[in-house]
């Protein structure tokens, strides 16, 4: 099968598309012929080695797909061949074939199509646990979101709007502003400009955001907790900018407001429960066509490269996406 294999932690430019051996099929798992994989910050971060864990090498990138189970013996999980799903591994969805654990895919509801639901999982997922079980977001609040037009960014925009938020998107172009506003975002902002913090205030009623979603970093992130609204909830999520911020502990203390942690790496261990809820929440929106999650850009497996560059080079809209075909 073709894969995308990093022999050695280095540059995306550096990593080549490679026929390699189809994965060993390993008891209880299930086969699956990937039909499309979604693009992360974090698979970007782990192809250089830069990321908390190393995957031991060589290793097959990508860690979120979707597609068409093609083998299932004893049909573990309740899973057949022939049944479309999406999923969520460690890594290895960059190739035609994965071999997965049942507890790693969803069912694929009808009529959704393979690069929609490789767009889903990791950004909607952590957007609803965000907004909903750390921030406990509530019909009517203000709802600020930076990189808006990035993948968290509008999943954020999109889930807020789902759940009652009044959505101010703040992100650097006007076609990223567009971006966010064709996706729910009541209002948006140019927080590259100095005065930013004043429009922000103008557009809140003076209040500032009750909840910012933060996956940017930097010192935009302190500016944006210097205008959180009393009791607001300010969401850490990420640090695409490239710095991680310090806060002054007197600002939680003058806003009455709170610094709250988001990793969706630890959700399944630590809250299974949670997990469970948000992701049948989600998977009933998607079902429902309510929830319409932002395709970004399709590639071509041979241009996998191209997906990356598209994010680290600031230029995305949306998820990027792998198209695998065979
Ligand atoms: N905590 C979690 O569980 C979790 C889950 C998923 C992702 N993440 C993290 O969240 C961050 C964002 O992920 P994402 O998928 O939303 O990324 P993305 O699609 O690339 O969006 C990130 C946004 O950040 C802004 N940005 C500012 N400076 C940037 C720079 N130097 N390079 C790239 N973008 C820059 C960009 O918006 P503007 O151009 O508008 O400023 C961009 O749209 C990453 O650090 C990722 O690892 C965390």
Redesign the pocket.
């Known amino acids: 099968m073709k894969a995308v294999v990093v022999e050695q932690y280095a540059p995306f430019d550096q990593i080549e598309l490679k026929d390699v051996p189809s994965p060993q099929m390993e008891p209880g798992h299930l086969r699956v012929r990937v039909e499309a994989a979604g693009i ?3 698979d970007g ?1 782990k192809i250089e080695g830069r990321y908390q864990t190393k995957d031991p090498l060589p290793f097959i990138p990508g860690t979120e797909f979707a597609g068409v189970v093609e083998e299932a013996p004893g049909a573990p999980g309740g899973y057949q061949s022939g049944m479309r799903v999406m999923g969520m591994t460690r890594s290895g969805a960059l190739a035609e074939e994965i071999v997965v654990r049942p507890e790693t895919v969803y069912p694929l509801p009808d009529g959704v199509a393979a690069e929609v639901a490789a767009s889903f999982r ?2 909607y997922l ?1 957007a609803l646990y965000a907004l909903s079980a750390r921030a406990t977001i509530v019909a009517g609040e203000q709802l600020l979101v930076l ?7 509008t999943a954020a925009v999109q889930i807020g709007k789902l759940l009652g938020a009044r959505v101010i998107a703040a ?3 006007p076609e ?1 502003r567009e971006f966010a506003r064709e996706h729910g975002a009541d209002a948006v902002i140019d927080y590259t400009q100095a005065g930013w913090r004043d429009t922000l205030k103008e557009l809140t009623g003076g209040q500032g955001p009750d909840v910012i979603f933060d ?2 970093g930097g010192d935009v992130s302190v500016q944006a907790f210097r205008s959180i609204a009393w009791r607001g909830r300010h969401l850490v ?6 710095a991680i911020p310090a806060l002054p502990f007197n600002l939680p203390l003058l806003k009455g407001g709170a610094l709250l942690g ?4 630890q959700i399944p261990t630590r809250e299974p429960d949670v997990q469970k809820s948000l992701m049948s929440k989600l998977i009933g929106w998607l079902a429902e066509g309510k929830l319409k999650p932002a395709v970004g850009r399709v590639f071509a497996l041979e241009d996998f490269r191209e997906a990356f560059k598209t ?2 080079t ?1 230029a ?1 809209l949306g ?1 990027m996406v792998v198209r695998i075909a065979r």
């Open positions: 992360g910050f974090v971060l990791a950004n952590t990189g808006a037009a990035g993948g968290t960014g992100a650097s172009t990223k996956p940017v999520v990420g640090f695409a900018g490239g988001v990793d969706l790496a994010m680290q600031r995305a998820k």
